[in-house]
């Protein structure tokens, strides 16, 4: 037993601090929430952790994981643009879930505007699609994973040059992370 910090990723819990523990979602076998203590199973063990209100909504949140659409905070009759060329996947996973194709031209009053950044220079893209988006929309600059030239932290900093300010990070694929910038 130790005091630490718990997070809930994507894909794995983590425990960091007088030890260290690493489970995979897909590996646990049992989750069970009781008052303020969210306990796990898995061949590794077992893992109880004390998370006072958090616990039930961490139980629901492995059991139940949001697909990246929802995460993406896609929902039907949003004005959603793409700009780039996404995977057909990733497309055909928006329009289902707005119901209707989404715009492929940036025009005032967007709550979402994804934007596919491949080459470094892509990311003074943001400063120009900033008018599309409404008040309180966003821009999910979408950037490929693992490259140095073109990371969350150089998005993230043309983000916040442009006047936008980063908050969330998601996961899209293994080749794609994507980081939603707003006014």
Known sequence: SGEGRALLETDELIFRGDFRVKVLLKDISDVTAKGS???????????????????????????????????????PGLPVVIVGRFETDFRTAIMNALGVKPGVRPVPGCDLVFVLLVHENDVEKLAELMPAIAPDGGIWAVYPRGRKDLSEDTVRAAGRAA???????????????????VI
């Open 37 to 75: 203590t969210l306990t796990l199973t898995w061949p590794g063990g077992k893992l109880t952790l004390t998370l006072g209100d958090a616990a039930a909504a961490w139980a629901k949140a492995i059991t139940s994981p949001k697909t990246v659409i929802e995460k993406l905070g896609v929902k």
């Open 163 to 181: 006047g936008l300010v980063d908050i969330k990070v998601v996961r899209i694929s293994e080749k794609h992370g994507a980081l939603k910038l």
